[in-house]
T-cell receptor, first 116, second 110 residues
Framework: DAGVIQSPRHEVTEMGQEVTLRCKPI?????LFWYRQTMMRGLELLIYFNNNVPIDDSGMPEDRFSAKMPNASFSTLKIQPSEPRDSAVYFC??????????????FGPGTRLTVL | AQRVTQPEKLLSVFKGAPVELKCNYSYSGSPELFWYVQYSRQRLQLLLR??SRESIKGFTADLNKGETSFHLKKPFAQEEDSAMYYCALSGQGGSEKLVFGKGTKLTVNP
């Protein structure tokens, strides 16, 4: 398994543009998490899904952010419109509630977003 | 409310010296505690979790419920231990949500 896959790895865009980040979790994992990492705030949970259903989106900063998980193998995080303060590294992680590694979150490589 | 505090943003030690990365938590029930590590240019990965009681890469961490701490220790630091370390907490009952501390950047000098 290639692990959690995220795309793009880097994204540079201009303020006001729409940004879509993509994530493919590890096959068989039933939970998916979106995090944002900044120097000032560290690693913040934005939203997480369980069996494709959003469970907790209290970390989503504002209405400009939205996330979907149309099926077990794909999720998107969308920012519309983007602002310079959204510049950060966005991580996706997945986990399984069963097995030897239960609740261990496996992280993707992250998407470094720069909004000019 | 669940909270994880890592009081040191930066920690610098010399190779061969003992190292301790501090982590304190706030949680009303019985939490599960984790340490994640992020080496330069690599993805975040699990280092250890308290229920497994394992020593990974020479690191150990003991959950102290009285002091609500889960400090990470290693008796002899190596240069390859230089990384960002995050303490994280998961609630009781198999809650999958993790609350992370802000992280400690460890630098091991030669």
């Amino acid at each position: 398994d290639a692990g959690v896959i995220q795309s793009p790895r880097h994204e540079v865009t201009e303020m006001g543009q729409e940004v879509t980040l993509r994530c493919k979790p590890i096959s068989g994992h039933n939970s998916l998490f979106w995090y944002r990492q900044t120097m000032m705030r560290g690693l913040e949970l934005l939203i997480y899904f369980n069996n494709n259903v959003p469970i907790d989106d209290s970390g989503m900063p504002e209405d400009r952010f939205s996330a979907k998980m149309p099926n077990a193998s794909f999720s998107t995080l969308k920012i519309q419109p983007s602002e310079p303060r959204d510049s950060a590294v966005y991580f996706c992680a997945s986990s399984s509630a069963t097995g030897a590694n239960y609740n261990e979150q496996f992280f993707g490589p992250g998407t470094r977003l720069t909004v000019l | 409310a669940q909270r994880v505090t890592q009081p040191e943003k930066l920690l610098s030690v010399f190779k061969g010296a003992p190292v301790e990365l501090k982590c304190n938590y706030s949680y009303s029930g019985s939490p599960e505690l984790f340490w994640y590590v992020q080496y330069s240019r690599q993805r975040l990965q699990l280092l250890l979790r308290h229920i497994s009681r394992e020593s990974i890469k020479g690191f150990t961490a003991d959950l102290n419920k009285g002091e609500t701490s889960f400090h990470l220790k290693k008796p002899f630091a190596q240069e390859e231990d230089s990384a960002m370390y995050y303490c994280a907490l998961s609630g009781q009952g198999g809650s999958e949500k993790l609350v992370f501390g802000k992280g400690t950047k460890l630098t091991v000098n030669p």
